[in-house]
């Protein structure tokens, strides 16, 4: 009877499911495949603060026709706020406005770019006159008396070095990060403690050579990006075009995923009536042509489906589900491999949180790492075994030691320039223990080899979990279409019920079968 109810449930599932992908994907016309038609980026802005007693003010700057993107669309979350925009110096600049606020304050801003392949129709920066002074020669600063001399040596070398204004920057570049700058850059240096400082003072030497210049922040756009910030790079004028360079390495170019969201020295935040403000970037990649068909779509048919979609929430939230609705498809990977397959690991799910660690460390060194920190541990815990401590303090004392090693392996892998050795610190600790404490009973108890068995089945078990939660295909089938959840769960509860032979205990009893 119990059999049947779960078959019935199952197929309940199943047809549940179905009927859901089918509806999205035919009417709705959700893409099945990942599309390779439109690269779209969504980026959220998120302001917080802390409000004052009385009105309250926020100006902040946004993105106008950036150079390389073309805006697809922008949405502002403000609930009570009023909301105003206005340009100036090529910005454009949004004004949220309130009378009364109480607590903690949060203000959206979500833009969606594509990126534009025709150069012809990517603007063009307005050169005109900034202030009523002309910016193709700004005025030669007021240095000190020292200062000058030292900014006058500087232009003095650069320009015998150079052709242009551009060779000109960059030669200037070089000059300020060289690995052991001259002394006369690193008076200049010496009170320059951040990115933003440092371009200042990049655009005051420049000035001196009387060469028009600007701040230029840059949004660096990566895919699952979050809590990301702007960074200051340095823009100078040619005569024909506005250039741009990384103040680090003075290369010329802006990467293909840089969007430049402001120009000039105008705060990109400003308030009245709050304090404690907060400003970070979230950004995610998708297509966007199938989602925006299937938006349009919805709500002609005046269906809810994409109003309680993933794509409705914040792209902070977004990116924390991909990865959390990849864990089941593991879950279900351990259910097939132990309950058919009858591979042994130490404990149920311990194979994919490691699986999920090697997603930062990258599979073989994450074995590696692994590998190396449950053979010491291994080591320690035998020891601790001689001292015969009770149960909860050798878990204590275990977890501890587990810490200290990968303290230690950071470290020295850090001093020996081994940038994946940093990523040990993702590993799940606790997990960690736990599973040098159980290897050293099952050492105790069943023998080494057995020991060793589960501990390379659930490296491996870990390995292919990995391989499978890592898969682009997959990735995008389960968020676009969450609904495969429910068939994952189905093939589970139809597994649960199996009591027949593992494949490894076919081979265990082969010559039974021979008789």
């Known amino acids: 009877m119990k059999d049947l109810h779960v078959k019935f449930l199952a197929l309940a599932l199943l047809a549940f499911a179905f009927s859901l992908i089918f509806y999205k994907a035919n009417t709705l016309g959700l893409p099945l495949f990942p599309s390779e038609q439109v690269e779209v980026w969504s980026v959220e802005a998120r302001v917080a603060f802390q409000p004052k007693e009385g009105p309250v003010k926020i100006r902040f700057s946004l993105p106008n026709k950036p150079e390389g993107f073309v805006i697809a669309d922008e949405n502002f979350v403000s609930g009570k706020y009023g909301l105003a925009f206005e340009t100036a ?200 042509e199938p989602i925006f068909l299937a938006e349009q779509r919805a709500r002609k048919l005046d269906s809810h489906a994409m109003e309680f979609s993933l794509y409705s929430l914040p792209i902070q939230t977004q990116n924390v589900y991909r990865i959390l609705l990849m864990v089941p498809l593991g879950a279900f990977l351990i259910v097939l491999l132990r309950n058919i397959i009858g591979i042994k690991t130490f404990g149920t799910f311990m194979p994919i949180l490691i699986a999920l660690a090697f997603r930062e460390t990258e599979l073989i060194w994450g074995i590696v790492l692994f590998s190396l920190i449950i053979a010491l541990g291994l080591a320690i815990r035998f020891y601790l075994e001689y001292l015969q401590l009770l149960l909860v303090p050798r878990l204590a004392a275990v977890l501890i030691i587990v810490i200290i090693l990968m303290t230690i392996m950071t470290i020295f892998s ?102």
């Not at 600049?93 to 770019?113: D, M, N, P, S, T």
């Not at 551009?166 to 008076?187: G, I, M, S, Y």
């Not at 979050?226 to 340095?234: D, T």
């Not at 736990?434 to 099952?442: D, G, N, Q, W």
């Open 89 to 288: 110096d090529d910005n454009k600049i949004a004004e949220w406005a309130v009378r009364r606020a109480k607590g903690e304050q949060v203000l959206y801003y979500q833009l969606h770019l594509a990126r534009d392949d025709n150069p012809i129709s990517s603007p063009k920066p307005n050169l005109t006159s900034h202030h009523g002074q002309d910016i193709y020669f700004p005025k030669v600063p007021g240095y000190s008396e020292a200062t000058a001399t030292i900014v006058e040596a500087l232009l003095d070398e650069v320009r015998q070095k150079s052709a242009d204004i551009k060779t000109f920057t960059r030669e200037l570049l070089l000059r300020f990060n060289a690995e052991e700058p001259d002394e006369n850059v690193q008076v200049l240096l010496s009170n320059i403690k951040t990115d933003k400082a440092r371009v200042a003072l990049l655009r005051a030497v420049l000035a001196g050579a009387r060469i028009p210049s600007r701040t230029a922040h840059v949004l660096l756009l990566r895919d699952g990006l979050r809590h990301g910030k702007l960074e200051p790079w340095l823009q100078v004028h040619d005569g024909t075009q506005w250039l741009s360079f990384n103040p680090g390495n003075g290369i010329a170019q802006l990467p293909d995923n840089a969007l430049i969201w402001k120009v000039g020295e105008q705060p990109l935040l400003g308030m009245s009536g709050g304090k404690k403000a907060e400003l970070d970037f979230s950004i995610s990649r998708h297509t966007q």
């Open 414 to 515: 850090h001093k020996l320039g081994f940038s994946h050795g940093l990523s040990i610190a993702l590993f799940p600790m606790v997990i960690l223990a736990m599973t040098i404490e159980r290897m050293s009973l099952i050492w105790e108890e069943s023998g080494p080899s057995e020991a060793i068995i589960q501990g390379a089945g659930s490296l491996f078990v870990a390995a292919l979990g990995f391989l499978v939660m890592s898969n682009d295909l997959l990735n995008h089938m389960i968020f676009v279409f969450p609904e495969f959840l429910l068939i994952i769960l189905a093939l589970t509860l139809l597994l649960g019920r199996y009591t027949g032979y593992r494949l490894t205990e076919i081979w265990r009893f082969r010559e039974t079968w021979r008789q």
